[in-house]
């Protein structure tokens, strides 16, 4: 295998913190877009959990977001990505666990039979107050520069204030809507974002990353 196949979701954000590793640490993937109501046979194949997003490699597949990101990072980390404190990676377990549990019960509650959507976004809510209490005005969680915790869960508060952005941004965690804000204005984030066609068996992905590094 030439270069690394990334399988990918654009609006998916475990999809979107892979991305945001592979930006970061500048290892060149074939991206591959796919339509999840229509995945392709050669994707099933390559992700037992069926989901996005998959890394192909050589040495073997990974299939879980956070797993793509250490692996990246493993490979070049210029960024210092991975020079955090530990309680960075509870804030991950914590996004991953209880707070996307109650995210999804808020955006989907018809896939869930007697959810209490109130109460799940008041659960989730929690979190994203514990997340405005670290950034204490910082533009990271940890200070003046980003780590593997704001990339890895940037993509869910995103996913979770655009429930109803209004009342997300009515609400008294102003570090966070400025963390969130910011993230979203950058370049970074558009070089994640970019709009690929959806891959067809046959056919070459796209090049990923366009740029091997964005402000």
């Known amino acids: 295998m030439a270069r690394p196949v990334l399988w990918s979701f654009r609006r998916c954000p475990y999809a979107m913190r892979a991305r945001l ?16 109501r229509d995945k392709p046979e050669a994707f099933l194949a390559a992700s037992p ?15 879980e977001s956070f797993d793509i990101m ?6 070049s980390d210029p960024e210092a990505l991975l020079n955090m404190p530990d309680v960075g990676f509870d804030l991950i377990k914590t996004c991953d666990g209880p707070f996307k549990a109650a995210l999804d019960r808020t955006k989907y509650a018809s896939r869930y039979e007697g959810v209490d959507v109130a109460l799940e976004r008041a659960q989730a809510s929690e979190f994203v107050t514990a997340l405005n209490t670290q950034l204490n005005g910082a533009p990271w969680l940890f200070g003046a520069k980003p780590t593997l915790a704001d990339f890895a869960i940037l993509p869910f508060i995103r996913q979770f ?28 984030f558009a070089a994640i974002m970019g709009k690929y066609p959806a891959w067809q068996a046959g056919t070459s992905g796209s090049s990923f990353p366009e740029a091997l590094h964005a402000p």
């Open 21 to 36: 590793a592979l930006l970061s640490c500048g290892t060149e993937c074939e991206l591959r877009e796919i339509v999840l």
């Open 49 to 63: 959990s069926a989901t996005v997003p998959c890394l192909e490699l050589a040495t073997g597949n990974i299939d």
């Open 70 to 75: 250490l692996w990246a990072l493993e490979q």
């Open 161 to 188: 204030a655009h429930i109803d952005l209004a009342w997300f941004e009515a609400q008294p965690w102003p570090h966070v809507v400025a963390w969130l804000s910011a993230f979203k204005a950058s370049g970074r």
